[in-house]
């Protein structure tokens, strides 16, 4: 079994995800080099902002293990970051935000990159630095 870095590979672009948000790689490239920290929140949905109108289909089986976490109380965090002294962007955890939406969610648990004092922050995590993912192949 080998780990690869998952900033190493290469992600042929379709345009049939949701659209492609330079900022949001420019913030997670900082984050991962430890040039930008993050931080776990909690945050009131009104405060978030999608980059765009896209609305993904939701397989079953993304769906059931989305349940499945939140039965178990780990609820999966969105990474937004902010564009205002009070608004976050989503770019890319469409998905889950959707879904948070269809249960009815009214706080969403989240990973900022990068600080805020926001008003719709409910709770809010000391700075960490983001750890970069590794995939296991086989």
Known sequence: MDLVETSKLIIDWDGKTS???????????????????????????EAIVPFSDYKPDIPDSFRNYFESHIRKGELLPLYLYPISEQKFRLSDDYVSFNLYLQKGFDKL??????????????????????????????
């Not at 659209?19 to 776990?40: H, M, S, T, V």
């Not at 990068?114 to 993912?133: R, V, W």
């Open 19 to 45: 659209p492609r948000d330079d900022e949001l790689i420019r913030r997670l490239r900082c984050a991962y080099n430890g040039l930008l920290f993050c931080w776990i929140a909690e945050i009131k949905k």
């Open 109 to 138: 648990p989240a990973i900022i990159l990068g600080d805020s004092e926001s008003k719709y922050i409910i709770k809010k995590s000391g700075p960490y630095q983001l750890l970069l993912p590794y995939l296991k192949v086989e």
